[in-house]
């Protein structure tokens, strides 16, 4: 969808189906708006919820993120400043990586619980932003890190850029 608040879902399924295209969690899509207004981006949802696999969800098929993505209250996202027709915005441009930081700061007050981002992680273009841990305090989720903050191609904390980790500690 476009939405009026600078949100909008990806068009594309990438060929697995309606996995990119469920809901997120309404608390989850107030954050990244607020992060859009903050920030004065728009942002596009690529990975929103998944099916979880107690409920019948298959890796693969109906689910190809980590169990942050269960139930929507994970987001895979990516920003653009001035409109769609742009290009994503990367950690490696300088200028990006500042607008990049104020949504993320952004997202953090908001309430977001765990942002993944940078050193090659997503490209450096994605931003992964969770409210996970609220979704496991309600009993939604299970088994899920209680890293607030991650990043490189291994998706860990040790390879998390400083100033994510200086956002998600502060």
């Known amino acids: 969808f476009q ?22 969690q309404q608390a989850l899509m107030d954050i990244l708006i607020a992060g859009a207004s903050t920030a004065s981006v728009d942002v596009l949802i690529t990975s929103g919820g998944q099916m979880a696999a ?20 994970a987001a895979d996202i990516v920003i653009y400043k001035d409109g769609f027709d742009g290009r994503e915005l990367s950690s490696r441009n300088s200028d990006d990586l500042s607008i990049m930081v104020a949504f993320m700061k952004a997202a953090k007050a908001a309430g977001a619980t ?4 940078g050193n090659k992680y997503m490209g450096d273009t994605g931003i992964h ?9 309600a009993g939604q989720l299970t088994k899920i890190s209680t890293s607030s903050f991650w990043g490189g191609k291994g998706a860990k904390r040790a390879l998390a850029p400083a100033y994510l980790k200086d956002i998600m500690v502060a």
Not at 16 to 22: E, F, N, S
Not at 58 to 71: E, F, L, P
Not at 114 to 117: L, M, S
């Open 3 to 24: 939405a009026e608040d600078g949100i909008r879902d990806a068009q594309e399924s990438r060929g697995l189906g309606d996995v990119y295209k469920r809901q997120i």
């Open 54 to 73: 107690k409920d019948g969800g298959v890796d693969g098929r109906t689910r190809t993120g980590s169990n942050r993505h269960d139930n929507g209250y």
């Open 129 to 137: 932003v969770d409210i996970a841990l609220t979704g496991q305090s």
């Open 114 to 117: 765990a942002i993944g981002q």
